[in-house]
């Protein structure tokens, strides 16, 4: 008889889903990472505004590699629900002075959080090593080209619409399997571009496109996500359905829910938690994983 206990925890040990970039090699199959938030806007939903000056964002940087973050994420445009978009010459004035500054600093491989090809490839020039890219490589035809050419891995996420439209009432068949074929089709795009399978993250996009439900079974079926054969990241970061189940308007009063959700996350498959609390995301991760990785008797 199939034990599905036995089903979710098998691909745990997989190296073949270990991931190496300049200089740093992710054992997906040993533990869990942590990413570190890092938004150099002025208007993200929870730390907007806080880390806009360029040296207030390098200091945060540097704080975030102290308390043990594996990557550090920049992003500079807000993708919360309603945001406008940013031209590239502002995302690229707000990122690209950081990621210089940092790459020199810390040997935390760095990730760029950008839809944008352009930028993306700036960040690469001065020292980021991912691409983390909220339209799962949709929205710039360019960026599968720019991440192929320069060998670097990408974060691929999963979001229905836009982050100006994505709230309004979204809609799936079955969450999970709709999510898993638009995925399915971001692989796609990477690989025609020559993306190599093995530098390839998927994101199911917890918040983008999602009612709370639609993101509560998310993390309920996160372990289906293993069927793409790649890592697996997950926000659920002080996000709003954390405000909405647990009645907590101010973001910054999520983070017990972070914590719960960030755990159960790893526990159903999750390799890569990005959380703006790095200090408590690291010790998440690590009690997460001495429980999923013990040896059973
Ligand atoms: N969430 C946000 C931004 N980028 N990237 C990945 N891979 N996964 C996520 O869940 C994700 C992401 C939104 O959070 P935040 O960056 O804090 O807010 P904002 O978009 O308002 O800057």
Redesign the pocket.
Known sequence: MRNPSRRKRSSQNRPDLDISVKGFHFAFSLRTYVMG?L?T?PD?????GKYYDTEKAITRALEMAREGADII?I?GE???PA?YDVSEDEEMRRVIAVVRAISKKIEVPISI?TRKAAVAESAIKEGASII?D?SGMKHDPNMAKVAARNNVAV?L?HMKGTPRDMQSSPRYRDVVADIIKSLKESIGIARHAGVKEKKIII?P???FGKTVEHNLEILNRLDEFKALGRPI?V?T??KSFIGKVLNLKDPNDRLAGTIATSAISVMNGANIL?V?DVRQGCSTAAMADSILRIKRS
């Open positions: 938030v938004n806007t993200s939903f929870s730390d907007g994420d992003g807000s993708t919360r945001a959080d983390n909220v974060i996420m994101d996009g917890i918040g990241c926000g970061s002080r990005r703006h």
